[in-house]
């Protein structure tokens, strides 16, 4: 079974500071997909960033970036340059391997950004 | 054009009222699901179709009843409403069921309130 922790309920960040948030996973698959998804106050579930378990490489999209660190199994999020816009909750997702591509959730932090 | 759309976005009703959100998406994917978000704001999978074939029932009363006409219109029909089910749910598709993992595209979500 997977299990997704976020161990922060909440983070408070100021505009232009970069800010980390924190996933830890567990499985015991050897091949799986970490997501990382933000939903503003308005409600609806934002794709970020996708990172799969044999890529090499940290993905990266824009101020986006995703710390994955297989070893220790985590897989933060690092938000650079924060805006106000960035105030959100964020959810961090992962699937299993070959089987469906039904996400797990992690139970989310609540990012603020003041001015 | 909206890719994944739900009706009803909001929904208030009686406890032991029947009560139907329905959702389409124009992405041409084969794999539809229906997540709940409690008021904890803890996401999780109850269903899953796949080409209009129910593959994932994740322990849900079965007073929830799926129906996915095509495989581009997945459902959601409640019988009985328990105050328990006040929560958001979202639809969202996906490419394929399994193979290589791809996000979730999501709803904008339906907020159901059973008074």
């Known amino acids: 079974a997977q299990k997704i922790t976020q161990t922060q309920p909440g983070m408070f960040v100021q505009e232009k500071e970069a800010v980390t948030l924190d996933c830890t996973y567990d499985?015991?698959?050897?091949?799986?997909?970490l997501f990382w998804y933000k939903q503003p106050s308005s409600g609806e579930m934002i794709f970020l960033i996708y990172?799969?378990?044999?890529?090499?490489q940290n993905a990266t999209e824009g101020r986006y970036s995703l710390n994955f660190q297989k070893a220790r199994k985590s897989a933060n999020l690092v938000i650079s340059a924060s805006q106000l816009g960035d105030s959100a909750m964020y959810f961090c997702?992962?699937?299993?391997?070959?089987?469906?591509?039904?996400?797990?959730f992690g139970k989310g932090t609540m990012l603020l950004v003041s001015p | 054009d909206t890719a994944v759309s739900q009706t009803p976005k909001y929904l208030v009703t009686q406890m032991g009222n029947d009560k139907s959100i329905k959702c389409e998406q124009n992405?041409?994917?084969?794999?539809m699901y229906w997540y709940k978000q409690d008021s904890k704001k803890f996401l999780k999978i109850m269903f899953s179709?796949?080409?209009?074939?129910?593959?994932i029932n994740e322990t849900v009363p079965n007073r929830f009843s799926p129906k996915s006409p095509d495989k581009a219109h997945l459902n959601l029909h409640i019988n009985s409403l328990e105050l328990g089910d006040s929560a958001v749910y979202f639809c969202?598709?996906?490419?394929?069921?399994?193979?290589?993992?791809?996000?979730?595209?999501f709803g904008e979500g339906s907020r159901l309130t059973v008074l």
């Open positions: 499985t015991s698959d050897q091949s799986y997909g």
């Open positions: 179709y796949n080409n209009k074939e129910l593959i």
């Open positions: 992405l041409g994917h084969d794999t």
């Open positions: 997702a992962m699937t299993p391997p070959a089987g469906y591509s039904t996400l797990t």
């Open positions: 969202a598709s996906s490419p394929r069921l399994a193979g290589v993992p791809g996000e979730l595209f």
């Open positions: 990172q799969g378990s044999y890529d090499e």
